[in-house]
Structures are given as C-alpha cells and as structure tokens.
C-alpha cells in the first residue's frame, strides 16, 4: 500500500510540477504549486520524515506562497478583470483542494497500515525530530552556523540594499514665504488676434 501511495504521489508532484511552469495564469501556478508542495510533505511522512513534512509546509506553503503572491500583487495586473474571472478558477481551485484532501487522507490511511509493524522494529530508536536535532547540533553544528551566518549577511544586504537615502518631498515654508513673483510669474505681452 505504501509504494502505492509513494507513487501517486510522486504523479501528482510531477503533474504539479508542470502545471506551474505551464499555466499562462498566475493564481493557477500558485495553486498547483502549494499542491506540489502538499504531494512532497506527503512523501516525506511516507518516509518517515516527519519533521521534514512539517517544515516544508510550514516553511513553503506558509512562507514562500505568501511571498510568490506578494510579488504576484506588486506586478502591474488588472485586478478588475482578476476579479471578474473568479468563478473560473474554482475549477482549478476545486481540483487542488480535493487532491490535496485525499493525499492527506491515503497517507493517514497507509501510516495507519503500517505502522504498527515499523514501529515494533524500531522502538528503541529516537524519535526523528530528536534525531535530527542531535545530529545537526553536535556533528554538523559548524555548517549549521556557517548557513545562519551567511543567511543573516544576505539578509542584511538585502536591508541595505533596499534602504537608499530617499529624495525629501516635504515643503519648505521659509523658501515658499521668500519667493518673489518675478521669480515665478512671467508676464508675456502677445499682439492681439483679429478674426478675418
């Protein structure tokens, strides 16, 4: 049962996959990409990955749809015409969120199946996030602060970059209160027109 769900699933991610490079729409490709995201947390639960599941719908589906839709808003589209469409893209809508419903569904069912006999061979093994944590905080805790380094100077960088010396745009009364009317006012003396 379980190479039975691991493989629609991996259909449905590669499906997924194409569907976001492919759709001209945009609401679509943000669609079929959280299900793309759903079908890869749903093979790391398969494969006993929990924490990895967990962080990647938290982390992309949460995060990284939130910023893909930012971008998506700050783009010059006509949100009118956005708007007029809604009703066709319930369809597409509709189709994600069921597919997403039953993979939730086939996994919860397949780790029911299975379990029990996995977890009687590996009782004495530690649970995977405290697994994880040990070995990231003990053999692999220079590289691990090495990235967190280098993801806090990209984070200041991108800071800086955004935070040029802006032109200012406030009025100075002293300047508008001296201003003489020769400075801006200039009288301009044009014959008369005669209508022949």
Do not use: C
């Not at 990284?64 to 930012?70: D, G």
């Not at 994880?132 to 806090?152: M, N």
């Amino acid at each position: 049962m379980i190479k039975f769900t691991f493989y629609l699933f991996a259909l449905i991610l590669i499906f997924a996959a194409s569907r976001v490079i492919t759709v001209k729409n945009p609401v679509h490709a943000a669609l079929f990409l959280v299900l793309a995201f759903f079908s890869s947390a749903a093979i790391w639960l398969l494969l006993q990955a929990e924490f990895l599941a967990i962080a990647l719908v938290l982390v992309y589906v949460g995060a990284v749809m939130v910023l893909f839709l930012f971008v998506v808003m700050m783009l010059d589209i006509n949100f009118s015409k956005l708007r007029e469409g809604f009703v066709s893209h319930l369809p597409v809508a509709t189709v994600v969120g069921a597919l997403i419903l039953i993979e939730m569904i086939l996994v919860v069912w397949a780790w029911q199946k299975e379990i029990p006999e996995l977890a009687t061979t590996a009782a004495e093994s530690l649970p995977n996030t405290k697994a994880l944590g040990q070995v990231l905080y003990t053999d692999y805790v220079y590289p691990f602060e090495i990235a967190a380094v280098i993801l806090l100077v990209a984070m200041i960088a991108a800071i800086a970059l955004t935070m040029r010396k802006r032109r200012q745009k406030y009025q100075k009364p002293e300047q508008q209160v001296s201003v003489r009317r020769s400075e801006r006012v200039r009288l301009v003396k044009m014959p008369a027109e005669s209508k022949d």
